[in-house]
């Protein structure tokens, strides 16, 4: 009976852990960006504030001499630290190591409220990025002194030691 139980909770762990959520949905399957597509006509590529940022991520790193890999999550966070002004993004883009494009995550601009943020998950088993992956992040906005904040944070483990670090973006931008 106890081997019964056993086998039907772990049948259970194994099946709801089984979900397949897409990029940029939440837990209930809403689409969590919908609510930040711009609706109304801004051509973003004419407003006072204009920026390219790269950031860098690591879906991998090496942790020994053996070359032996270890897997990482990234969250990717777009920050809008403007009392005043919404923050628009136009695009964010996917690289992997060799520079081909792994994913577009906007098809439609999204606005950023004063002091709102968005984050993107690549999840620890998404290697398709590789040790030199890296997003593009296009942004613009009403206010030529907009200081947004984007950045990565990256989370392993190894055995029973885990870390984490930050990868802060960089504008590179030929204005």
Known sequence: MKNLIFVSLLSFCILSACVDIKPNENIEGEDR????????????KNLAYQDIVYVPIYSDIYFDESSEKCLLSATLSIRNTSFQDSLFVSKIDYYNTAGLLVRSYLSTPISLSPMASVNYVIERED???????NFIVE???NNEKLKPIIEAVMIGNYGNKSFSFLSPGESISMD
Do not use: N, R, T
């Not at 290697?127 to 992956?133: R, V």
């Open 33 to 44: 960006l919908e609510s930040l597509e711009i609706s109304q006509d801004i051509d973003v």
């Open 127 to 133: 290697d398709s990025g590789g040790s030199g992956a």
């Open 139 to 141: 942004l613009s906005g």
